[in-house]
């Protein structure tokens, strides 16, 4: 079967995160600058190959103040670690419309394995004769295992973060001649 290449669609794609505050509600945010691309045998997405680089410069939380401070050394190091990488390594198929991929995912020059949940949900025809993709991606990781261990502890006990940060996207790829 010939290869299929695929490149993300930015206008129809987002990459997002939450993470406990104050141990009693989440602060979310994204990232606006990301990019993926994906090798499949024909139109099967259960052998893709997939690599995603990220700028963590671009997170937006809606607050700018936090935003630079999550720029900083504290958190991602943008000056001196400008991309974060995702490589697949393995697809594992749940049922005709979930998978888990496996890959290894690079903060800060630490590489850690990951696992993401994908809903594939479906192929579809643009006006314009694209073929398009559409998938939703959901995980779990552990901050400080790449080295983010910022936090601060509270009078009340407890502390401003929470380790988890859930992973949330929606990403369309469009097919490539």
Known sequence: MATTKWSLDPTHSELGFKI???MISNVTGKFTEFEAEAETDGD?????KVVANI???SIDTSNEQRDEHLRNADFFATDTHPNMKFVSTKVEKVDD???HLFGDLTIKDTTKPVKLSVENNGIATDPWGNVKAGFSISGKINRKDWGI???????TGGVMLGEEL????EVQLVKQA
Do not use: S
Not at 44 to 48: K, R
Not at 149 to 155: I, P, Q, S, T
Not at 166 to 169: A, C, L, M, R
């Open 20 to 22: 406990k505050h104050l």
């Open 44 to 48: 099967d997405f259960t052998n893709a």
């Open 55 to 57: 700028n963590p410069a």
């Open 97 to 99: 419309e979930t998978f």
């Open 149 to 155: 261990n910022y936090n601060a502890a509270l009078e």
């Open 166 to 169: 859930k992973i949330q996207g």
